[in-house]
């Protein structure tokens, strides 16, 4: 059984930082991701990580937002930077994919979410 944990969302203002986390326990798999879901609006992948670091990131948030990970801490972290109105969501974690992608179909486990505001 996989746990995911995701903590660091909150309110901001545009142009401002935050830094997402995620705790995992359990194999988590090859690749995690960071995904977000606005209210009315479809889930969007946003960034993926795999177990030796390869990148994917959305074209909407590239240049803005970082995905690493710890793999000896179970960790998971999204720096995002320069935020704008238009990434406030709920943040999700996921985890268990075996391929690099920003479809949340691949992905077999996920977190309760964390709120990322960004007020104009």
């Known amino acids: 059984q996989v746990e995911l944990v995701e903590s660091g969302g909150g309110s901001v203002q545009t142009g401002g930082s935050l830094r997402l986390s995620c705790a995992a326990s359990?194999?988590?798999?090859?690749?995690m991701g960071w995904f977000r879901q606005a209210p009315e609006k479809e889930r969007e992948g946003v960034a993926s990580i795999s177990w030796d670091g390869r990148t994917t990131y959305a074209d909407s948030v590239k240049g803005r937002f970082t995905i690493s990970r710890d793999n000896a801490k179970n960790m998971v972290y999204l720096e995002m930077n320069s935020l704008k109105p238009e990434d406030t969501a709920m943040y999700y974690c996921?985890?268990?994919?075996?391929?690099?992608?920003?479809?949340?179909?691949?992905?077999?486990?996920w977190g309760q979410g964390t709120q990322v505001t960004v007020s104009s």
């Open positions: 996921a985890a268990g994919s075996l391929v690099s992608s920003l479809d949340g179909r691949w992905y077999r486990y």
């Open positions: 359990g194999y988590t798999g090859d690749v």
